[in-house]
């Protein structure tokens, strides 16, 4: 914790639980999922709490107040813009999870791009689709007291941080980056023994180190870590052999909207030449 | 060390064999993910047989050979640290019972009779240091019952990296203590000397015979070639006072421009302690855990103190690792913190070379005629 933390949520008044609500904006639901395959730890949480809103589960009540949001999904709709507010006003402690609400998902892609040439370039009648020029994190639009990033998050990562807020105390906000994860589990390095462009020197750690776990380089889907050298490890692909149009697009899944990602996918693209069919390499050189 | 013995290669599993029957879980190299690694291991068979490692700064690659050798290679990215000082490990536990009284109960240190088969000088020396770190006056419980639950069985190395410089920090090639058994890699067989009164009983159990002198010059070559050719060196004096002097070298910006903050430099090596510790708790509110973690002064919450982070930026994270390892370990453990393993040099993402910076930063700075 390297930010003084926030006031811890105070316990209720004693006469009733605490609430959860559980929002989704533009996204898949994976988030919710996540939260949704606890299995047991699910109705423990359901006797710790009321779970007044979480659609995957079944329980429908957008408008309900909370002492607790998680909310997933980036704020790509006008409709989204006025109900984060909503949220918002409703609830004490706003936490978005999930790689969309903290830093608008793979929806921000459009970010990168003229939406509205994309939006007319896919539906016959652009009209009916009604979206904003850009799929933004939650904390673009309102306050947030907590981010659980990710994708999709850990099950575990959210449970870790209700159990921590219920207990009246400030949940811990993870900053080590993936390699410090993979170490300590005892995993061996794929960007050093393969040259796989693996993102886990610059990704804040969350998911247990599990893509190169299982033999595949990380590619982001926490986003940045605290002090992120993405300029050096975007310079090391390219030493590598990737060629600059593969070194952006390793920045380009679905933390592209985080500040330090974006920069690096903008800068690399530009030094890619026009129309350049990129690199023709293994599936790892780029789309691992 | 006692007198050398013999133990021809094809008697190899009888030295697994005789650790098992003390009641010791065997562990020793073996591949695993394009790495050599440490893990359970009862069977020489699975030992890396014609495998061995070709390292430089930022690469690690396994290569075949047509011979029976099964220690011809420099280390892989761990060895004895993750087996003592645990990756992760819960210290204790607090639990809530009904009335709401809280219960707080230490984790029992485990115990489990292991040996190591297959150690490098560089990681005995490591051992030494975190020894003086973890089961000195502050010893830790965890750390002192696993220690004292340990055989070791030490191979010479005459296959050093490129990234190896055990020899200008004194530490290696040849195993010379910290071991219960010490071996020299013959094509035939292997060189064995005893360290200790558990090494000298396993000498009794196993099939030994006296070396040839030919055997014996083999081995004293053998090492002599993998001291020579080590092409890496660090200054082979105390740096405390050149690094603390140079605190403001252009170096440092230098090498941050280079480096990613990952802490993988840490994580391999053998001699860095630093942990950190968290909550776990659980959903029901009944209990936590208090668990320790491999912490690195590369990481954010290392330097946290009083509201402001000391070490806001990679230069000053990259300054405190290695003026702590290369100087201020002198004042607190008496020597240098390195030995020489170059763990640090392959398996750092960018390939940072520990004596390229060291050399860069204190050479300028040496007096002259200073040994």
């Known amino acids: 914790m390297t930010t003084p933390p926030k006031a811890p949520l105070p316990p209720a008044d004693g006469r009733r639980r605490p609430r959860l609500a559980v929002h989704k904006l533009s996204s898949c639901d994976g988030c919710q999922l996540a939260l949704l395959n606890a299995g047991e730890s699910l109705l423990a949480l359901a006797e710790r709490c009321d779970i007044v809103h979480f659609a995957e589960a079944g329980i429908l009540d957008l408008d309900a107040e909370a002492d607790i949001a998680l909310v997933e999904g980036s704020v790509s709709t006008p409709e989204e813009r006025e109900r984060i507010q909503a949220i918002r006003s409703r609830s004490r402690w706003v936490v978005p999870m999930g790689a969309c609400a903290t830093a608008g998902g793979p929806q921000a892609l459009r970010n990168l791009a003229d939406a509205e040439v994309w939006i007319g370039s896919v539906y016959p009648e652009p009209q009916h689709i009604q979206a904003l020029p850009t799929a933004d994190a939650v904390a673009a639009h309102v306050d947030v007291e907590l981010s659980l990033p990710g994708c999709p998050v850990s099950t575990q990562q959210v449970l870790d941080a209700l159990a921590t807020l219920l207990a009246g105390a400030s949940p811990f906000a993870e900053q080590d980056k993936v390699c410090m994860e993979c170490k300590r589990r005892g995993q061996v390095c794929v960007l050093v023994t393969r040259d796989a462009p693996c993102l886990g020197p610059v990704t804040v750690t969350g998911c247990g180190a599990l893509c190169p776990g299982l033999g595949r380089a990380c590619y982001g889907c926490y986003g940045p870590a605290e002090n992120p050298e993405v300029p050096t490890l975007a310079q090391r692909f390219a030493d590598l052999g990737l060629a600059p149009d593969a070194v952006a697009r390793r920045f380009m899944f679905q933390q592209s909207g985080a500040e330090p990602f974006q920069q690096a996918a903008q800068d690399w693209r530009r030094r890619a030449p026009d129309g350049a069919p990129g690199n023709a390499g293994s599936a790892e050189q780029g789309h691992d | ?371």
């Open chain 2, 1 to 371: 060390m006692t007198a050398t013995r013999f133990l021809p290669r094809e008697r190899l599993q009888t030295l697994f064999e005789r650790i098992g029957d003390l009641g010791y879980r065997c562990m020793g190299p073996q591949v695993r993910d394009g790495a050599i690694v440490y893990d359970d291991l009862s069977d020489a068979a699975a030992l890396p047989v014609g495998i061995g490692a070709h390292q430089a700064p930022g690469r690690y690659r396994l290569e075949h050979y047509a011979h029976a050798r099964c220690f011809a290679w420099a280390n892989g990215p761990q060895a004895l640290k993750p087996l003592l000082f645990a990756p992760e490990e819960t210290l204790w536990r607090v639990t809530r019972d009904a009335a709401g009284r809280l219960a707080f109960a230490a984790a029992a240190p485990p115990s489990q009779r292991r040996a190591v088969i297959g150690v490098r000088a560089c990681d005995l020396a490591a051992l030494a240091l975190q020894d003086a770190h973890f089961a000195g006056d502050h010893a830790d419980p965890g750390y002192v019952s696993r220690r004292r639950d340990l055989l070791l069985v030490g191979v010479d190395c005459g296959h050093p990296a490129d990234t190896c410089f055990c020899a200008s920090t004194g530490d290696g090639p040849a195993v010379s203590n910290g071991a219960d058994l010490a071996l020299t890699e013959l094509d035939a067989g292997f060189l064995v000397r005893a360290g200790s009164a558990a090494g000298r009983a396993l000498c009794d159990a196993l099939p030994l015979r006296a070396p040839s002198d030919a055997e014996l010059h083999l081995g004293a070559a053998e090492i002599e070639h993998a001291r020579q050719s080590q092409r890496r060196s660090l200054p082979a004096r105390n740096l405390r006072d050149a690094l603390f002097a140079n605190l403001d070298h252009p170096q440092w910006d230098d090498v941050a421009a280079r480096c990613l903050a990952c802490g993988n430099c840490v994580a391999v090596c053998p001699t860095c302690f630093c942990s950190t510790e968290r909550e776990q708790p659980a959903i029901d509110g009944r209990e936590a855990a208090r668990v320790r973690l491999w912490d690195s002064c590369f990481s954010a919450e290392h330097s946290y103190v009083h509201g402001r982070l000391l070490r806001p930026d990679t230069r000053t994270r990259y300054r405190q690792w290695l003026t702590h390892k290369l100087g201020g370990w002198h004042d607190q453990y008496g020597r240098s913190g390195c030995v020489g393993c170059g763990r640090c040099i392959a398996w750092c993402p960018t390939g940072i070379d520990i004596t390229r910076e060291a050399t860069a930063i204190c050479t300028a700075d040496q007096p002259e005629g200073e040994a």
